[in-house]
């Protein structure tokens, strides 16, 4: 399973979930894993974690087949409702920060945000 229920969040001591990812994708032909912290801020949910893998790519100039380490760090914020319809007023958003509407959905699709990175 890696739908993560914000309920599930919620319930947790300080409201910090803590998530193991290990599996095959498809998208990237390796195993991925992570290693997840997913945190409730009132009306936001934030992500942070790192991801390893071993991907199989092929060099553009040569056209070879190589091995790469995939070792990076993640952290990702989901507003839990619409935010165009709850946040009328403004909010800053640091350099690089990005923010992915739930559009009032109840869970956090690990795979789809890992495959998406």
């Given at each position: 399973m890696n739908k993560?229920?914000?309920?599930d969040i919620e319930k947790e001591p300080?409201?910090?979930?803590?998530?193991?990812f290990n599996e095959f994708m498809?998208?990237?032909g390796?195993?991925?894993?992570a290693d997840l912290e997913l945190k409730s801020l009132g009306e936001?949910?934030?992500v942070k974690g790192s991801v390893q893998g071993k991907l199989k790519l092929i060099c553009d100039r040569c056209l070879n087949e190589f091995d790469y380490d995939?070792?990076?760090?993640?952290?990702?914020?989901f507003a839990k409702h619409a935010l165009q319809?709850?946040?009328s007023q403004e909010f800053e958003l640091q350099r690089g920060q990005f923010i992915t509407d739930l559009n009032g959905e109840k869970e956090i699709?690990?795979?789809d945000l890992l495959k998406d990175m």
């Open positions: 993560i229920l914000i309920e300080n409201k910090i979930l803590f998530y193991e498809e998208e990237f390796a195993d991925i894993s936001f949910v934030e995939l070792d990076i760090e993640i952290e990702e914020t319809d709850e946040y699709d690990i795979y």
